[in-house]
């Protein structure tokens, strides 16, 4: 009796054993090991071997290995077929849909069909069939396979569309494209147009997810700038790797992110445009945005009193009015192009513009229209692409919000969607609003119908008054910068200055005379001296004239920033002209011998590290540098081709006297010239027959 209970708690035991084995061979990878445990314990198969209810096939299938799938597939007996569509885990997901989230397990998808055709229309927890976990994860190969298995081709919308989407009404079409996978997206809105209309539980369409996804643009253009200091601080590497991978990361990071790369379209680009053009094509979600917003003026005219109560209400009590924004600031309420716009997303709008000029007339819940919206959320770039259409723009230009504000008044406000990308000075900030209202002042001149709002302001005062606080923190930190530099221009004024009496190799006590005064590179190191002193000290002038500056607000638009640039590169150019005298100094202190040429070199290596080193002053630098050679080439080129032009007049006109002095017309001149031409050549023939005619009787004789 004993030994009989001994034998059934063995038994017991044996299959939490053969479970603990399976997961240990699974998390380890050995899958010779798993399909040995299989085949001694076949049952194993569809039991539950993990907290989340996964079998081994649901492992196996995770894990994405097709071959260890079909081996385990083949050990199933064909009466327990059945039965695969029943076994889900705790997410409600059947081998299946494990198996369609990879192109790769297209053969077990295939195995498993041939087993169990009912796994194709079983759904999980949120209703996802199949199908759809292959668009999540954006399989084509996989989602064309069992598309063409359900015969989708073949149903209408109606009898489809609950395969192609789950409960919340999410369908194949926007899980896609919230995933990025546009290669797969523009399959299925070239098969199933009908998708594109679709709006999900938040009452969005597809176009209007995209035109809220700016980066899914902006992957392979984002291009920046980077010093050569600040790549070695990024290119990470082990040392036992060996010094391969130090080079080949700085080779990397150098020409994908110093050099920039531009006009190279990829594949991704090309389906992402032929999409959007696609999807603009099929939206209609601007219409439905512009029948609901007539209705809701046709509802507010009706009872402007209530409005108005409701509105004082909500301005007492903050925290209701807080919440009814929140609720107002829905993004379906928003059209497509609002939404690119917002987002700054260019090729929609364009699209949009070209395929549906008429959504321009389509204003917002606040009566704003697309310049409006550009300008507030500074997208400058669309902005100008909307005005060039003339025809379109006038009445844009001319038109005001609900609150009486024109284009040039919205340029007081501001609205940020998401962080900003870059970290601007307030300064620069400054200078941005100051150029974009005047942009928008010369692009509105003429078409204003009010200048005033509903405020009684004008769109000067409004400018005034949001950018006070800006201006006091601009003058600030212009103050500041302009003080930090002034400090550090004199430091090297005073090096430079201290450098003339201590020269390399001292003076000759007899003469005084430097000793080293005959070396080639001693004019280098005074020259370079005498230009650092020369430009700190110009810098030190710039930076004073800003010091002493009123600071008025017109000024920090061009005349600041200009005395600011000067300044700096004249500390620049000081800097550098100090790091070149530094270099002739080595260089003169180092006695003939071979590393001569590697104290050369290694002595004017700050030169190049310096400007390498920190992109903003290299560009601060070489960007006036290359205006100004580049004007400098054009004004050379000019003066190169008007004196070459008067000295050809010059020259024909002194053969001219010439001729003339001596008689000789032009035509005279020319046939004399060729007389002579003639003569010479006619002679010649007429020497070489004479001297063959003589030679001839010689010959005769001589036979």
Known sequence: MADNNKIETEEQKRPDNIADLLRKAMMEKDYNEVIRLCREVPEELLQINSIYDDTVLHMAAHTKQNDLVLDLLNMIPEDHNHELSNIKNTDG?????????????KDAAEELLKRNANLLTASNEL????????????????????????????????????????????????????????????FIAQNYPYLIEQKDQSSMTVLQYLACNPTAFRKGKTQMR???????????????????????????????????????????????????????????????????QA?????????????????????????????????????SDESALFLATMSNIQEIVKEILNFRPQALKHTNKEGM???????????????????EHELLSRRLLSASDDEGNSVLHMVSQKRKSQASEKMQSPALQLRDELLLFERVKSASKNLITNPLNKDNKTAEELFGAANERLHHDAKEW??????????????????????????????????????????????????????????????????????TSAFPLEDFKIYLFKKLIQGIICLVLSVSMMAVAFGAAIVLITTDSPQNVVW?????????????????LRSAVLGPCLEWFKIFILDFLVVVVVVVILLCYALVSIILLVFKAIGWTVRGAIWRIWIWIWGIFFKSESDNESSQQGEAPLRHSDV
């Open 369 to 387: 229209n697309i310049l409006h919206v550009a300008i507030v959320y500074r997208h400058i770039y669309i902005f100008n692409m909307v005005i």
């Open 127 to 186: 209703g996802e069939k199949p199908i759809f976990c292959a668009a999540r994860h954006g399989q084509t190969q996989m989602f064309e396979f069992l598309a063409k298995e359900m015969k989708l081709e073949d149903l209408s919308p109606e009898e489809s569309k609950p395969h192609l989407q789950r409960k919340d009404g999410t369908t194949v079409l926007h899980i896609s494209m919230a995933n990025e996978c546009f290669g797969l997206a523009l």
């Open 600 to 616: 050369s070199v290694a002595a004017f290596l700050p030169v190049p590290i310096f400007f390498l080193s920190y992109s903003p």
């Open 93 to 105: 997901n059947t081998i299946l849909h494990e198996v369609a989230a990879s192109d790769a397990m």
């Open 478 to 547: 212009l103050m500041r910068t302009t003080e930090n530099c002034t400090i550090l221009s004199v430091f090297i004024a005073t090096v430079a200055f201290a450098a003339v009496y201590t020269v390399p190799g001292g003076p000759n006590q007899d003469t005084g005379i430097p000793i080293l005064y005959s070396k080639p590179f001693f004019p280098v190191f005074i020259l370079a001296d005498v230009i650092s002193l020369t430009l700190a000290l110009s810098s030190v002038g710039i930076f004073l004239s800003i010091l």
């Open 226 to 292: 980077r010093g050569f200091i600040e790549l070695l601080n990024k290119s990470k590497f082990e040392v036992q790797k060996g010094l391969t991978k130090l080079f080949s990361s700085l080779y990397q990071s150098f020409f994908e992110e110093v050099l920039l790369i531009e006009g190279k379209k990829n594949a991704r680009d090309t389906v992402l445009q032929e999409l959007v053009r696609l999807l603009v094509e099929k939206d209609i979600s601007w219409e439905v945005n512009i029948t609901s």
């Open 295 to 331: 209705m809701s003026l046709g509802v507010s005219d009706k009872k402007p009193e209530i409005e108005e109560c409701s509105s004082k209400l909500s301005q007492k009590k903050g925290q209701n009015s807080q919440e009814s924004s929140i609720n107002n600031d829905k993004k």
